[in-house]
């Protein structure tokens, strides 16, 4: 039956515009990918399952679970579905695939056409939360901090930025305790200040029991072109924290599935006041999660990361593409390549700034700097590029404007000592830190919050380091990572 289920649902994203899937966030799940996620369920003793479909796009979730209770791998006498989809011109084919199952088992089910948020709002305020398990795939789009769904998530204790973690929060609330959750979501909540609110929410309502990586970002949802780094995480409503399975494959076909079990310290760190959420990459801890001698904060270095504070298109008459005399340099990314600076460069981006009272304030000294991208390109082998802004590059010049696509480390707006800065860049482009930031960084961005979650050696390693690194100049992979990890083993 499954077979038809994925048949109806290739036909029906094939036919669908993709403006049309953008405005609802709709992407509809491969049956592999449906039947990995209803596997993930554990069997109890309840006669009756409730079960809840948000976002139910032509049910192929819901098939894939109800599978599990042909198979008798679910005991239950009897299953009540209520599923919601906003989409009505999918109530057919959504129909189709339950009419495969109501004739076989003892199924009812309730569509529901209206809005999600605004039902679910309804029923957790009257008190009605009985579901006891959810599984779904819910819409991916930002929700405006004015908006009418912001407002109404707000009345019921919740507090986040897009209609995905929206969904999973409302669903939480209306299940029962012990009652299971499996969604499948981009792994953007994982790490970052705007969800820190849901990270929060999560932690406090249910215990997380599975967490699956897949590690090829265009595999998951290929029909639809989606590059979104995707998980599947499994949760329970109220129930105790205790070790995590994680597992990973490389795409939806589930090949050479890995799977290992991890204490909940080594998915959110005790001290971790951000509660980011890591995936770490092996039972044994890598080398930054080993030394000792990475063991210190931003703060505790007494330095400073922040992102550029120029946003070109709100300044658009002061910036040049030539210096000038009234001009000060202006640093975008593309002025960084191989760990070199490149300034002035011919090409799309401006090089200078008019320095004035309306940029004044966003301008920092002339001096050393260490940068790091924000986005890098997937094909990219590190996330973190980081580069050493060199005084010398910019001949007189008294100050300099960094865009808003990088992030810069500084000592309260002035540069750090060169040393510093060379070893810190040194220390950001190893090896050992990438694999590290990966396990909480699923996407292409780098953001201020999470430089500022990195362990750091201490200022005397970093300047050792930079010392050494301003001495040989040129430098490889091979070198950075050995250097780094003999001061730091």
Sequence with gaps: MLSTVEKNRVRVSNQTEA?????????????????FMASLFTPTALSTCYLL??????????????????????????????????????????????SLYTAKMHLNYKLQDGDFIEHAVKRI???????????????????????HHRLQLRSVGIETV?????????????????????AIVPRSFCNGPYYRSFRHFILKHAAIRNIHLFESRSKTFQDDDVLQENIIIKLERSGKQDSVIISKSKDDRFNNLRT??????????????????????????????????VRYSLSDLGIQVSTG??????????????????????????????????????????NAIQRNPNTEKLLY??????????????????RIMATVVDPISFGDAEMLGF???????????????????????????????????????????????????????????????????????????????????ASIE
């Design 260 to 293: 290992d079990e991890y204490p909940f310290d080594r998915i959110v760190l005790p001290e971790d006041s951000q509660q980011f959420i890591y995936i770490p990459n092996s039972i044994e801890k890598g080398l930054i999660d080993q030394s000792v001698k």
């Design 365 to 382: 000294p002339n001096g050393y700097y260490c940068v790091v991208r924000r986005f890098s390109s997937k094909e990219e082998k590190r």
């Design 19 to 35: 403006k049309r899937k953008a405005e609802l966030g709709q992407f509809l799940t491969p049956v592999r990918t449906a039947k």
């Design 162 to 182: 897009n209609l995905y973690s929206a969904f999973i929060a409302l669903s939480l609330k209306l299940m029962v305790p012990g009652g299971q959750l499996v």
């Design 403 to 485: 865009e808003n696509h990088l992030n810069l480390f500084h000592d309260h707006k002035r540069g750090l000592n060169p040393a510093l800065a060379y070893g810190l860049a040194l220390f950001l482009n190893t090896t050992a830190l990438d694999e590290n930031f990966r396990q909480f960084n699923g996407h292409t961005q780098v953001n201020a919050t999470d430089l500022k979650q990195i362990k750091y050696p201490s200022c005397i390693v970093l300047v050792e380091l930079g010392e050494w690194a301003m001495k040989h100049g040129t430098l490889t992979q091979k070198m950075i990572d050995e250097k780094v990890g």
């Design 125 to 147: 305020q009257s008190g009605d939360c009985s579901f006891t398990h959810v599984i779904l795939n819910p819409p991916y789009k930002k929700i405006s901090s004015t908006s």
């Design 53 to 98: 479909d948000p976002g139910t796009g032509i049910c192929s979730l819901s098939c894939a679970f109800l599978e599990r209770w042909i198979a008798r791998d679910f005991l239950f006498n009897a299953v009540e579905l209520e599923a919601f989809e906003i989409d009505c011109s999918l109530h057919d084919e959504l129909c189709r695939s339950l």
């Design 309 to 350: 504070p120029v946003v070109d298109f709100r300044l658009k008459p002061y910036l040049c593409d030539v210096p000038q005399s009234d001009t000060v340099p202006l640093l975008y990314p593309t002025h960084f390549s191989q760990n070199r600076t490149e300034w002035p460069k011919n090409g799309k981006k401006p």
